[in-house]
């Protein structure tokens, strides 16, 4: 059975045959997509470059295959191989201008410093009731994320990289912490975690702030990361 190859932004290559097994498949994804978008008939057809009927036809089960099947998934802002069968991604890749969908989002909880200062000890992280306060991102964690609040300024610099009193930073406890990566870490003669850019100098690692009204700290044995801040945002 032919095996048909298309190669543009999204690189993808599918199946049409497959295609043709799954008219269910294909008018129940455009269907959800399109509503999901909060666009009409038309304004995919516009968008995608085809007529209002073959939108109309595919999302009716009527027609269960289009030529013009990648122009309407890049219109919907999806994968073809999604659209078709169910798999892959069902997002396109990041490559692709102009298709105005909105990025995906997580929810994560917004803790204490105490809390975070204790996230290797905690048996369970998260347990029901945890937390009360939550906050969206577009970011999908490598492994449990959690919210701070940033208290002090001692992050706030007078230039580049600032992050000021009140904003929220994400963190990602599975991400790589490495020199020049903002981190949240515990000291060993604390019970809060602390928020600084983590650098190295001769082989040993220190806790640099940002502002360069504090002092630098060792982070000596006993010193514990936590996580990698990988978001800042600030709530009005």
């Known amino acids: 059975m032919a095996k048909t190859c298309h190669l543009n932004a999204y690189n993808v290559c599918f199946n049409l ?3 043709n097994k799954a008219p269910e498949m294909l008018k129940d994804r455009i269907l959800e997509r399109r509503t999901a978008l909060g666009m009409s008939q ?3 057809a516009d968008k995608a ?7 109309q036809h595919l999302e009716s089960g009527r027609n269960a295959t289009s030529k013009k099947l990648l122009e309407i998934a890049r ?3 999806v994968t073809a191989e999604w659209l078709a069968s169910g798999n892959g991604q069902p ?4 490559n692709v201008a102009g298709t105005d969908v909105p990025p995906e989002s997580f929810r994560y909880p917004v803790i204490s410093w105490v809390a975070a200062g204790a996230w290797a000890e905690a048996v369970e ?3 029901p009731g945890f937390s009360d306060r939550y906050e969206m991102s577009d970011y999908n964690s490598k492994g449990a994320a959690f919210w701070l609040e940033v208290k002090g300024d001692s992050m706030t610099s ?3 990289t600032s992050i000021t009193e009140g904003m929220l930073i994400l963190v990602d406890t599975e991400a790589e912490a490495y020199p020049g990566k903002l981190v949240i870490a515990k000291l060993a003669d604390s019970n809060e975690a602390t928020f600084k850019k983590l650098v190295e100098d001769g082989g040993r690692r220190f806790l640099k702030p940002l ?3 504090y002092p630098m700290e060792m982070c000596m044995e006993g010193c514990r990361i936590v996580g990698v801040v990988v978001r800042a945002m600030i709530k009005l």
């Open 42 to 44: 038309q304004q995919l």
């Open 17 to 19: 045959a497959a295609m």
């Open 75 to 77: 219109a919907l802002g």
């Open 158 to 160: 007078p230039v580049g």
């Open 211 to 213: 502002n360069p009204a």
């Open 91 to 94: 997002r396109a890749e990041s």
């Open 49 to 55: 470059g085809v007529s209002q009927v073959t939108i």
């Open 125 to 127: 992280p998260f347990p």
